[in-house]
Structure formats: C-alpha cells, structure tokens
C-alpha cells in the first residue's frame, strides 16, 4: 500500500478517539481499485469500549443508531456488543470526506483472546485474512502469528494429498465462513475465490514464514507451477494429523477431545497434557469442521442480532440489502 493511500485511510483516525489496534480490510486493500460508493471497512482495538464510546458519542454522535443514543448511549452499546453479539460493535455508512466506512470497535482483551483460542472465531477468521495495519501498540501482528499457524493446520486437515497453492488459500479462508448463515442468502457466493484471486500476492506474504515452517517439519514439500504458483504435496500419515490437531487452538481442541475422546501425557517437567485421540486422518477433519461450522454458526447469528439492533432500522436495511445484492449478482 502506497505512503499516500495510508495517509488517506489514518485521516478517519484523527476524528475519533484513541485507539489501540487498527487494521483495515477489504477493498481498502487495493486504493487504485477504491471507489467513493463502497465502504471502507476497519477493525478498532480499544482497552476499554464503554469510556471510547462515551467518548466518541461526544465526538460523532451521528455514528450510531439513535435509538441506542437516546435509551442507554455507552452503556447500551458496550451491552448489546458483548452480551448479545460477539464483542464488537459496528458502525456502518459513516461519512467522511466523502467516502462511506464501516468501523468495528473491539476490547483489546477480547480481541486477543479470539486471535488465540478462537472461542467466538469471528475477528480471529477475519485476521486470517489480508489487513493493513495501521496502528499496533499491543503487538497484535505478532500474536497473530499463532492464529495464521492454527488456520494453516485446520486448512491442512481438509485438503487432499495433493493441492495448489491457490487451493490452501481458498480453504484457509473459508474456513471463517463456515456455518455462517450469512452465506445462505446475504453474501456473494464466490465470495471466497474472489477474495483469494484479488489477494493472492498478499495471502502469499502473510503466510510464507509460516508455511516455510511446516516444510522444516516435512509436513509440506512444494514444487514449482506456473506464474509463481507453488504446487503443495502434505504428509497424511497419522502422526501428521495428529501433529496438526496439536496444533489447533485449545477451544476447538476441548470441543474434539470431548467427541474423539483424549489422552493424558505426562510432560518431562511432570505436567499433564490433555490430548484429542486421533483415531483417523478423516474422523479428525470431520470432527474439527463440525465444531468450526458450529463456532461459527453461533457467533453469525449472534452478530446478525447484535448489528440489527446496533444499526437502527433505516441502516440496517440498507446494509442487508447490499449485501443481498451482491449475493444475488454472484
């Protein structure tokens, strides 16, 4: 991303109060392809979202649904956020200059919490994915390298022997959308390959120390294709699987260990690890889409409710039915 695109994009920061985290995604990626009529969308990392919305309903008032301002203003908005949806709330069409944006504003805590354990998998999967970050004071760039190695073993587990390049990627990001009710009806349906098309070189950067990381294992071997595509060939011997389920997050391993069953190892410094029975290469990938599917199904329906309410009536229909469009177009 050009120095000039960067500078346009931090202009919606000046407006509003300090954050922590702030990463865009989306076509925001691509500034030559940005037009003024789609949204800019951004994530916002905040220690404590109750005194930042207080703060920003002093600033920009017209952000939010009016009815949320009048009945319960902060309060409220911190409440639907995290007690009904998944712990961000969302401002959608906000005007700035003359561009449309979306902002999603987070609790640093819960963020990283998600990142790592992908108890909600909501803006866990959404990091899985090409971002430009623009503001990091707590080193989310980092931590988010075990979620991009967690998605890399899930991803793993549901390919064949063989696969391209382009394949892992395109199963790497739909894993996040999985069991999301918003792809029965409101989202594009190819949605996933155009994200990964439009993206490759960016998807590439992301994930190449981590993919450089499993060949050491000799987990992966890669052979060269054309236009800088790599061909993948992955270990599918037992050891391997059970390797790669080692390594998903301890939310989805709790979840299998309590369908698969686990086994006590004791460590060489005397503690207990707690791991899922790998009986099958098949059973284990069956297993973790199940549980994935149902992570996701859940936090999709929560987040639908919480952005109905969140949006106010008007905005909400207006959002949906974008999205519908756009679904019904694909």
């Given amino acids: 991303m050009d120095s000039e695109t960067k500078t346009e994009l931090e202009d919606l920061l000046g407006v509003l109060p300090p954050v922590e985290f702030c990463c865009v995604y989306g076509s925001a990626l691509h500034g030559r392809k940005r037009d003024k009529s789609s949204m800019v969308d951004y994530i916002l990392g905040v220690s404590d979202p109750l005194k930042w919305h207080s703060e920003n309903l002093q600033r920009n008032r017209d952000h939010y649904a009016s009815w949320m301002v009048h009945l319960g203003g902060s309060k409220l908005i911190t409440e639907v956020a995290e007690k009904i949806g998944v712990g961000v709330h969302f401002n959608p069409f906000v005007t700035f200059n003359d561009q449309l944006y979306k902002y999603g504003v987070v609790r640093m805590h819960d963020l990283i919490d998600d990142i790592m354990n992908w108890e909600r998998f909501y803006l866990s999967g959404r990091l899985q994915k090409p971002v430009n970050i623009l503001v990091d004071q707590m080193e989310v760039e980092k931590v988010n390298s075990v979620n991009l190695s967690s998605a890399i073993s899930a991803a793993l587990l549901l390919l064949p022997p063989k696969f391209s390049e382009e394949e892992l990627y395109a199963k790497l990001c739909s894993l996040s959308y999985m069991g999301d009710l918003r792809m029965l009806f409101a989202e594009d349906k190819n949605k996933v390959m155009k994200i990964v098309q439009g993206q490759f070189d960016l998807f590439q950067r ?125």
């Fill in 206 to 330: 992301m994930y190449k120390p981590v993919l450089e990381g499993y060949a050491a294992k000799e987990l992966l071997r890669f052979s060269a294709s054309s236009a800088h595509h790599a061909n993948i060939t992955q270990d599918c011997g037992l050891s391997a699987a059970r390797s790669l389920v080692s390594s998903l997050p301890s939310t989805v391993r709790s979840r299998m260990r309590m369908k698969l069953g686990e086994r006590k190892i004791l460590t060489e410094s005397g503690g207990v690890v707690h791991e899922v029975v790998v009986g099958s290469r098949a059973e284990a990938a069956e297993c973790m889409r199940k549980v994935l599917r149902r992570i996701v199904m859940v936090s999709s329906v929560r987040q639908a409710v919480s952005g109905l309410l969140t949006a106010g009536g008007a905005t909400a229909v207006r959002y949906v039915a974008k999205k519908m469009r756009k679904a019904w177009n694909s």
